[in-house]
């Protein structure tokens, strides 16, 4: 079974701070996904990636960066924390790269809190 | 602009009922169209996907059909159970989202099953 790891279920930071979400996936997927989800918007792509040092802008890209520096491995990082960034966040995998679509497989993702 | 619509929003039956959520989208010029489960709090399961070309699929209790022509899918269950309660989220890949597998999801069905 594919396996999604996110770091962390829950966590609490304050605004302004720069926050890091790991997502690991251990099926050597060249797919990765980040995702927020949020009560009557449904789930979002922030970014995505295909390959390693890849990454691509999905629809609601402002106020977030990404870095994949390992296939295994790919970062959603929150520059500067604002309340509105308040959300649940989801990573997902799939496997076959650009132009091949697959089932993406998804973490139990992190609720984030900015106070 | 593609958008996926789920109806109703809300169902509540009784154990043993069968079943059934709609999903229709606006484009129907889609790669595939996939059926996810969550669970509060969770992530997304994958539950069945159907590729353009397909028909239905099934998966134990579980029936997803695609009528591309019309925009419409809908996901059959038998014989529901208690442990069938939860959110259930369809999306789909746009032919024309430049071969990225970018899946765009509806808000969602939560079903309750009441023993």
């Known amino acids: 079974d594919v396996k999604v790891t996110q770091s962390s279920r829950y966590l609490v930071k304050r605004t302004g701070e720069k926050v890091f979400l790991e997502c690991v996936q251990d099926?050597?997927?060249?797919?990765m996904f980040w995702y927020r989800q949020d009560p009557g918007l449904g789930l979002r792509l922030i970014y995505f990636s295909y390959d390693v040092k890849m990454k691509e802008k999905g629809d609601i890209p402002e106020g977030y960066s990404v870095s994949r520096e390992k296939k295994e491995r790919f970062s959603l990082i929150l520059e500067s924390a604002s309340t509105n960034q308040t959300s649940m966040y989801l990573c997902a995998s799939s496997s076959g790269g650009r132009g091949i679509i697959q089932p993406q497989h998804f973490g139990d993702g992190t609720r984030l809190s900015i106070l | 602009k593609q958008e996926v619509t789920q109806i109703p929003a809300a169902l509540s039956v009784p154990e043993g009922e069968n079943l059934v959520l709609n999903c229709s989208f606006t484009d129907s010029a889609i790669y595939n169209l996939q059926w996810f489960r969550q669970d509060p709090g969770k992530g997304l399961t994958s539950l069945l996907l159907?590729?353009?070309?397909?028909r239905e699929q099934t998966s134990g209790r579980l029936n997803a059909s695609l009528d591309k022509s019309s925009g419409r899918s809908t996901l059959y269950i038998a014989a529901s159970q208690p442990g069938d309660s939860a959110t259930y989220l369809c999306?789909?890949?746009?032919?024309?989202?430049?071969?990225?597998?970018?899946?765009?999801f509806g808000q969602g069905t939560t079903l309750q099953v009441k023993p």
């Open positions: 099926m050597d997927h060249e797919n």
């Open positions: 999306a789909v890949v746009r032919v024309r989202s430049g071969n990225t597998g970018k899946l765009i």
């Open positions: 159907i590729q353009s070309s397909q």
